[in-house]
């Protein structure tokens, strides 16, 4: 079973910084893109910023400039660096692998696997 799971959330103040990590398990073949979305209250899932397996990387207009996605692919994990954070950085933070690839006896499979997500509360 393949899964992606969260940590690094949790409560800071305005202009503070927080790291997320997101670690993926299970019979992984490859992973193409990695990224953050978040949700806040009453708001829809929006993406904080994506990698591909290369480096490439593209963020959201808000958080451009004070965020930094970056991933480790020996270990299948991907990076957030949130700096200067603001009140309106308060959200639930998944991490997301649109590009998963399992192989097995069966063959590969490509999957949208989703973590469960991280609460971020960002206030003084």
């Known amino acids: 079973q393949v899964q992606l799971v969260e940590s690094g959330g949790g409560l800071v103040q305005p202009g503070g910084s927080l790291r997320l990590s997101c670690t993926a398990s299970?019979?992984?073949?490859?992973?193409?893109?990695m990224g953050w979305y978040r949700q806040a209250p009453g708001k829809e899932r929006e993406l904080v910023a994506d990698?591909?397996?290369?480096?490439?990387?593209h963020y959201a207009g808000s958080v451009k400039g004070r965020f930094t996605i970056s991933r480790d692919n020996a270990r299948d994990m991907v990076f957030l660096q949130m700096s200067s954070v603001k009140p309106e950085d308060t959200a639930v933070y998944y991490c997301?692998?649109?590009?998963?690839?399992?192989?097995?006896?069966?063959?590969?499979?490509?999957?949208?696997?989703w973590g469960q997500g991280t609460l971020v509360t960002v206030s003084s």
């Open positions: 997301n692998a649109p590009g998963l690839i399992t192989r097995s006896s069966s063959g590969y499979r490509y999957l949208d696997v």
């Open positions: 990698i591909s397996r290369d480096g490439s990387t």
């Open positions: 299970g019979r992984i073949f490859r992973i193409d893109t």
